[in-house]
């Protein structure tokens, strides 16, 4: 069975990301939009994880919310 990032890289808490930007960055298409699941290959538990943590990084300024 074919491992997720998250678990490969030994990541427990996806939500605490927000401060890596390089990593959260993997995950936008270059429009900045969140990947979907099937395209990642992320469980759906660390996929709203990540979408809550990409969320938060857009709030505090960290991410863009459109890419021009």
């Given at each position: 069975?074919?491992?997720?990032?998250?678990?490969?890289?030994n990541?427990?808490?996806?939500?605490?990301?927000?401060?890596?930007?390089?990593?959260?960055?993997?995950?936008?298409?270059q429009?900045?939009?969140?990947?979907?699941?099937?395209r990642?290959?992320i469980?759906?538990?660390?996929q709203?994880?990540?979408?809550?943590?990409?969320?938060?990084?857009?709030?505090?300024?960290?991410?863009?919310?459109?890419?021009?």
């Open positions: 069975m074919k491992q997720d990032y998250f678990s490969a890289n990541i427990k808490y996806v939500e605490s990301l927000y401060k890596e930007v390089d990593i959260l960055k993997k995950f936008l298409n429009n900045g939009k969140i990947m979907s699941r099937r990642t290959g469980t759906a538990k660390n709203r994880a990540l979408t809550t943590a990409i969320k938060h990084a857009r709030f505090i300024g960290l991410l863009p919310f459109v890419v021009k």
